[in-house]
């Protein structure tokens, strides 16, 4: 199967293109660089928001993996709406074309403040700029694909565990900031529990389903349980060796934070089970 993954070269992009080729899967690569990509894919670099014929340019791929999008940590950005018709341009392209299959990241904040196990029926309110972004365009996708040969599937993501400090999760913060010597990484209470998923897990959830067109449409991408952000970063800390210590209470939680949410599992234990 030949998979066209857009920004590649990202945080998720490295992980998912390497685990998609381990799992003996074709891999065309794009993103403005690709300089950190798996070489056993073939790179390209471009814009593809640029691209007039993208599915012929890509050499008709069998599905398409987007992750590219701007400032996905950022969730105030104006970049989100901003950049949301280029988006829905270049998906539409796709689908018109003729590709046999679209595969979008979408994530948790798409359906904004909510407590418990997010289904895919879960009615979505998101409360800020990125997850409105990314509900809308979950809309297009749906509509676009509508009496169309194009399956979709959307991948909704949770809170990812990684030690790259390249990131602007959490935990690439707490890596940059332990790299840097920082003693303490001022913190809020950490009560709040999320849906935590460690990086590698993450990139083979999503190699898992770009892989197979039998589970389709919403699929949570995640570990399918809560957990204290305070107890998940404390562990991370210790899992890593790291010496820094939290500093409690120095920021307040975000209005739009979720006291306990999480996604619920059945799509993706179905996949994985595969």
């Not at 660089?33 to 070489?39: I, R």
């Not at 840097?180 to 990086?199: H, V």
């Not at 083979?204 to 970063?233: C, T, Y």
Request: aromatic residues 12%; proline residues 3%; hydrophobic residues 35%.
């Amino acid at each position: 199967m030949k998979i066209l993954v857009t920004g590649a070269n990202g945080y998720i992009g490295q992980g998912v293109v390497k685990a998609i080729l381990d799992s003996g899967n074709e891999v065309i690569a794009t993103d403005f660089s690709t300089q950190y990509v798996d070489e056993r894919a073939k790179r390209i670099n471009c814009n593809v928001f640029d691209i007039e014929n993208p599915y012929e340019y890509f050499e008709k791929p069998d599905v398409l993996l987007h992750l590219a999008w701007r400032d996905s940590f950022v969730h105030t950005s104006p970049f989100h709406i901003q950049d949301l018709p280029s988006h829905y341009a270049f998906l539409k392209k796709m689908v018109d074309e003729g590709i046999d299959r679209i595969c979008v990241m979408g994530s948790m904040h798409e359906i904004g403040f909510f407590e418990g196990s997010i289904h895919e029926d879960t009615p979505c309110h998101p409360m800020n700029l990125y997850g409105i972004s990314k509900n809308a365009l979950r809309n297009c996708v749906e509509l676009m694909t509508a009496n169309t040969k194009t399956k979709w599937q959307w991948l909704r993501g949770y809170y990812i565990v990684g030690n790259s400090e390249f990131g602007d999760s959490i935990f690439s913060k707490i890596t940059k900031a332990e790299h840097e010597g920082k003693k303490e990484f001022p913190f809020t209470m950490g009560q709040n529990q999320y849906d935590f998923i460690d990086y590698k897990d993450f990139c083979m959830q999503v190699a898992s389903v770009v892989g197979q067109d039998e589970v389709n449409g919403i699929i949570n991408i995640g570990s399918g349980r809560p957990e204290k952000l305070a107890d998940r970063v404390e562990r991370f800390i210790k899992e890593n060796n790291y010496h820094i210590q939290l500093k409690y209470g120095a920021f307040p939680d975000r209005s739009y934070d979720s006291k306990a949410v999480w996604g619920d599992g059945s799509k993706i234990a179905k996949i994985m089970g595969k």
